[in-house]
């Protein structure tokens, strides 16, 4: 950290100036330098610091991101039958204004948005076929096709949620049983990040001041 | 659809963390500020630090050339003593912001207790020659008188030169009993008046106050925070004033208040010399000047202390009653042509010269002790001459303290708790390495016993234990097993009793982690240990 010779007639003495006094023609070079230094670096501590915030930042990103990660994996896991992977509809994002983010099965809130699941009618793709459709349709593509959802977590959210007795002209439609994956998972995982940010935190502040000491 | 958990959101609470982060940063320059003799001021008295021996001989012979200088290095000294004794004190109480916030007041305390004392040196050094002529001229002068070739208004008027040199010596003693007083107290952030009334005799022997049991209690209620859980316990606590009294006395160990005592005693018998001065010329010529004459106390024209003064500031009553006493003997004493010497007369002037003999003898072996600790301390010639360049040693570790700024411990901190300079930081609030620096080397320098942890020896009858029996070095402390105890649990929490101005290591960053459902919300605060990494 620091010695005496680092503030007096040290190293350092001469890079950044030095107070000197004599008395009785004795003479001692003293070197704040140091000291203020150490003062910027404890500045850098402060979360709102440009740098330390967005290296902060990226540290919460990427424990979030593999706390998403986790909770794909585990809702994946207990999905027996999933052939449009409903599971990739846990995403995750990070707060701008705030140290912070989420993770969530919930769609965008933007209206009217597209997502890769939409397909496309066969005909716009192909202008020029006249007639049906020859070519046999895989299973794959029935299964897609048949599923009109603006994107997968419309899946999920039924299964995770749940849904009430149902009837229509036709009939009684029934309910879907609520499964919980997500709750059962999410807050887990996102308590493990936590940690993980807290442990993330510590090493970007020391590696800030240690930034800030070098200099 | 039922209500399920659809989103879990993870928010930081940094708002208490970039507080205490302000906290040390204030601390932090506060800190260069509070000692009252920063870098600038060190370098004003012209030591060469880390010099060859040379260059420290200079020094030294700049010290012994300039009084100022050597002034002014006593009182930095006696500054860095009585801090040190604080932080110690800091260390058994728990209460490092307290004492970090007092700083600036033992500092000036400590300075004025140092002058006092000069003062008082001064006085006796250069009174010596005046005192023994003006005793040697009220003998003559009574004699004359007796043998009849003088008169007694010569007897009366040799007493007064006398009890005005004993009055002068009697306010400087006072004052510096008072100014040492006031300091101590400052140490241990007690007041001083309280302090004075428990030493003063009035609530019994300050032994048996020390010993006195706390016999009130006070429940303590500790909280579980977010997660509930707490309870309460119940704490001793002082009922009344004499309990009162004896737990802050317990502060102080037994050597500083026999030191403080006998420094008190200096000015009781100087007191009871002016008492006896005037009984001598009572019994010479029959009568006093001015009827009554004065026992401890002083009339307009001297300076004195009068019985009323004695009682406000030494508080010892007995003695107040006492020069009450003389006072009122004095007063009534019947104008005789011839001196009159009873049986009874002698025997009182018997108890008050067996009484002056003790007390000085007291005065001399105890002040022994106290001039050992003064001495390796505050005399740069004797300090010089014999001892490994302690000059350069002590002026070089105080300088070191207040330029490293808790640095050095700060290292060991990390190399045992293995927390990073984030960690550092908090230790670095409190300043400790610097009080460490110079307590290790004024330990070095002075002679006596550790059993109090501190630089005052706990055994000058018995063995004298000097450093190098140790083998200690410069980086080095001394503290005893509460102290040890105290200081190792701050360590291992991170926190613990200690009440730092900033504390990082240890602090809690909170994370706020929220469940929420289509309609309803469950949020919880998920609370994280910062900065240690398992």
Same mark, same amino acid.
């Given at each position: 950290?620091?010695?005496?010779?680092?503030?007096?007639?040290?190293?350092?003495?001469?890079?950044?100036? +030095?107070?000197?006094? $004599?008395?009785?023609?004795?003479? *001692?070079?003293?070197?704040?330098?140091?000291?203020?230094?150490?003062?910027?670096?404890?500045?850098?501590?402060? *979360?709102?610091?440009?740098?330390?915030?967005?290296?902060?930042?990226?540290?919460?990103?990427?424990?979030?991101?593999?706390?998403?990660?986790?909770?794909?994996?585990?809702?994946?896991? $207990?999905?027996?039958?999933?052939? @449009?992977?409903?599971?990739?509809?846990?995403?995750? $994002?990070?707060?701008?204004?705030?140290?912070?983010?989420?993770? $969530?099965?919930?769609?965008?809130?933007?209206?009217?948005?597209?997502?890769?699941?939409?397909?496309?009618?066969?005909?716009?793709?192909?202008?020029?076929?006249?007639?049906?459709?020859?070519?046999?349709?895989?299973? @794959? +593509? !029935?299964?897609?096709?048949?599923?009109?959802?603006?994107? @997968?977590?419309? *899946?999920?959210?039924?299964?995770?949620?749940?849904?009430?007795?149902?009837?229509?002209?036709?009939?009684?439609?029934?309910?879907?049983? /609520?499964?919980? !994956?997500? /709750?059962?998972?999410?807050?887990?995982?996102?308590?493990? /990040?936590?940690?993980?940010?807290?442990?993330?935190?510590?090493?970007?502040?020391?590696?800030?001041?240690?930034?800030?000491?070098?200099? | 659809?039922?209500?399920?958990?659809?989103?879990?959101?993870?928010?930081?609470?940094?708002?208490?963390?970039?507080?205490?982060?302000?906290?040390?940063?204030?601390?932090?320059?506060?800190?260069?500020?509070?000692?009252?003799?920063?870098?600038?001021?060190?370098?004003?008295?012209?030591?060469?630090?880390?010099?060859?021996?040379?260059?420290?001989?200079?020094?030294?012979?700049?010290?012994?050339?300039? &009084?100022?200088?050597?002034? %002014?290095?006593?009182?930095?000294?006696?500054?860095?003593?009585?801090?040190?004794?604080?932080?110690?004190?800091?260390?058994?109480?728990?209460?490092?912001?307290?004492?970090?916030?007092?700083?600036?007041?033992?500092?000036?305390?400590?300075?004025?207790?140092?002058?006092?004392?000069?003062?008082?040196?001064?006085?006796?050094?250069?009174?010596?020659?005046?005192?023994?002529?003006?005793?040697?001229?009220?003998?003559?002068?009574?004699?004359?008188?007796?043998?009849?070739?003088?008169?007694?208004?010569?007897?009366?008027?040799?007493?007064?030169?006398?009890?005005?040199?004993?009055?002068?010596?009697?306010?400087?003693?006072?004052?510096?009993?008072?100014?040492?007083?006031?300091?101590?107290?400052?140490?241990?952030?007690?007041?001083?008046?309280?302090?004075?009334?428990?030493?003063?005799?009035?609530?019994?022997?300050?032994?048996?106050?020390?010993?006195?049991?706390?016999?009130?209690?006070?429940?303590?209620?500790?909280?579980?925070?977010?997660?509930?859980?707490?309870? #309460?316990?119940?704490?001793?606590?002082?009922?009344? &004033?004499?309990?009162?009294?004896?737990?802050?006395?317990?502060?102080?160990?037994?050597?500083?208040?026999?030191?403080?005592?006998?420094?008190?005693?200096?000015?009781?018998?100087?007191?009871?010399?002016?008492?006896?001065?005037?009984?001598?010329?009572?019994?010479?010529?029959?009568?006093?000047?001015?009827?009554?004459?004065?026992?401890?106390?002083? #009339?307009?024209?001297?300076?004195?202390?009068?019985?009323?003064?004695?009682?406000?500031?030494?508080?010892?009553?007995?003695?107040?009653?006492?020069?009450?006493?003389?006072?009122?003997?004095?007063?009534?004493?019947?104008?005789?042509?011839?001196?009159?010497?009873?049986? %009874?007369?002698?025997?009182? %002037?018997?108890?008050?010269?067996?009484?002056? &003999?003790?007390?000085?003898?007291?005065?001399?072996?105890?002040?022994?002790?106290?001039?050992?600790?003064?001495?390796?301390?505050?005399?740069?010639?004797?300090?010089?001459?014999?001892?490994?360049?302690?000059?350069?040693?002590?002026?070089?570790?105080?300088?070191?303290?207040?330029?490293?700024?808790?640095?050095?411990?700060?290292?060991?901190?990390?190399?045992?708790?293995?927390?990073?300079?984030?960690?550092?930081?908090?230790?670095?609030?409190?300043?400790?390495?610097?009080?460490?620096?110079?307590?290790?080397?004024?330990? #070095?320098?002075?002679?006596?016993?550790?059993?109090?942890?501190?630089?005052?020896?706990?055994?000058?009858?018995?063995?004298?234990?000097?450093?190098?029996?140790?083998?200690?070095?410069?980086?080095?402390?001394?503290?005893?097993?509460?102290?040890?105890?105290?200081?190792?649990?701050?360590?291992?929490?991170?926190?613990?009793?200690?009440?730092?101005?900033?504390?990082?290591?240890?602090?809690?960053?909170?994370?706020?982690?929220?469940?929420?459902?289509?309609?309803?919300?469950?949020? %919880?605060?998920?609370?994280?240990?910062?900065?240690?990494?398992?």
């Amino acid at each position: 950290m620091g010695r005496l010779s680092d503030y007096i007639n040290g190293a350092g003495a001469g890079r950044r100036g +030095t107070a000197t006094s $004599s008395v009785d023609g004795i003479k *001692v070079e003293v070197n704040n330098a140091l000291i203020d230094q150490h003062r910027r670096a404890m500045a850098r501590l402060l *979360v709102t610091d440009p740098d330390t915030r967005k290296r902060l930042k990226a540290a919460i990103r990427q424990e979030i991101k593999n706390a998403r990660t986790k909770t794909m994996a585990d809702v994946h896991n $207990s999905l027996d039958n999933d052939p @449009r992977k409903a599971y990739r509809a846990v995403k995750y $994002s990070v707060y701008k204004q705030v140290l912070g983010g989420n993770e $969530s099965i919930l769609s965008s809130r933007k209206a009217g948005a597209r997502y890769m699941l939409i397909r496309p009618r066969k005909l716009d793709e192909n202008p020029n076929q006249r007639g049906g459709n020859r070519i046999p349709r895989s299973d @794959r +593509t !029935i299964a897609l096709d048949t599923y009109f959802g603006k994107d @997968r977590g419309f *899946v999920l959210r039924f299964l995770n949620s749940g849904t009430a007795e149902r009837t229509s002209k036709y009939g009684n439609r029934g309910s879907i049983k /609520a499964r919980h !994956i997500f /709750a059962n998972s999410a807050p887990g995982r996102m308590s493990a /990040a936590a940690e993980a940010i807290s442990r993330a935190f510590a090493e970007e502040f020391e590696a800030a001041y240690n930034e800030e000491m070098k200099q | 659809m039922s209500n399920a958990t659809t989103i879990v959101k993870l928010t930081a609470e940094t708002n208490q963390y970039e507080r205490n982060i302000k906290k040390a940063q204030k601390t932090f320059n506060d800190f260069t500020r509070s000692m009252g003799v920063d870098l600038k001021k060190l370098s004003a008295l012209g030591l060469a630090i880390g010099a060859v021996s040379a260059a420290v001989k200079v020094a030294g012979d700049a010290f012994k050339k300039n &009084e100022l200088v050597v002034d %002014e290095w006593g009182r930095t000294v006696q500054s860095a003593k009585s801090l040190y004794s604080g932080f110690l004190n800091a260390l058994n109480t728990g209460n490092i912001s307290g004492y970090l916030r007092n700083m600036n007041n033992i500092v000036s305390a400590a300075r004025a207790a140092y002058d006092a004392m000069d003062e008082l040196n001064t006085f006796n050094a250069f009174n010596q020659i005046n005192d023994m002529k003006a005793r040697t001229g009220l003998t003559e002068a009574i004699n004359a008188y007796r043998e009849g070739t003088g008169s007694k208004s010569a007897v009366e008027d040799a007493a007064d030169v006398l009890k005005d040199n004993l009055s002068k010596r009697q306010f400087y003693e006072a004052n510096a009993y008072k100014k040492e007083i006031e300091r101590l107290a400052k140490d241990r952030g007690v007041n001083a008046t309280k302090l004075m009334e428990a030493l003063s005799g009035s609530y019994g022997s300050y032994k048996a106050l020390k010993e006195l049991p706390l016999t009130g209690t006070k429940t303590v209620f500790y909280g579980g925070g977010m997660f509930g859980g707490g309870g #309460s316990y119940q704490k001793m606590v002082a009922a009344n &004033e004499r309990e009162s009294l004896g737990l802050m006395l317990r502060q102080f160990n037994d050597t500083e208040l026999r030191d403080l005592q006998a420094l008190g005693l200096q000015a009781e018998r100087t007191a009871l010399e002016l008492a006896q001065v005037d009984r001598q010329v009572l019994r010479a010529t029959g009568s006093t000047r001015g009827g009554g004459g004065t026992s401890g106390g002083a #009339s307009s024209s001297q300076k004195g202390l009068t019985p009323e003064q004695y009682g406000e500031w030494f508080g010892m009553a007995y003695y107040t009653a006492l020069a009450n006493t003389i006072n009122s003997e004095l007063k009534d004493a019947p104008i005789i042509q011839e001196p009159l010497i009873s049986e %009874e007369d002698l025997k009182i %002037e018997e108890q008050f010269t067996n009484t002056i &003999e003790t007390l000085a003898e007291r005065t001399e072996r105890l002040r022994d002790t106290w001039d050992l600790v003064a001495d390796s301390i505050s005399t740069v010639g004797g300090a010089l001459a014999g001892l490994e360049d302690p000059t350069a040693r002590i002026a070089g570790t105080i300088i070191q303290a207040v330029a490293t700024l808790a640095l050095s411990y700060a290292e060991a901190a990390e190399k045992a708790s293995k927390l990073g300079p984030v960690a550092w930081m908090a230790f670095a609030a409190t300043g400790l390495a610097t009080f460490i620096g110079a307590a290790s080397s004024i330990k #070095s320098t002075t002679k006596g016993g550790f059993a109090e942890g501190g630089i005052i020896p706990g055994n000058y009858y018995g063995d004298q234990l000097s450093t190098a029996s140790y083998g200690l070095s410069s980086g080095e402390l001394i503290l005893n097993r509460a102290q040890q105890g105290n200081l190792a649990s701050q360590l291992a929490n991170g926190g613990g009793r200690m009440e730092l101005s900033a504390v990082v290591t240890g602090e809690q960053i909170r994370f706020v982690l929220n469940n929420h459902g289509r309609r309803t919300g469950r949020g %919880e605060y998920i609370q994280t240990n910062f900065g240690h990494v398992s």
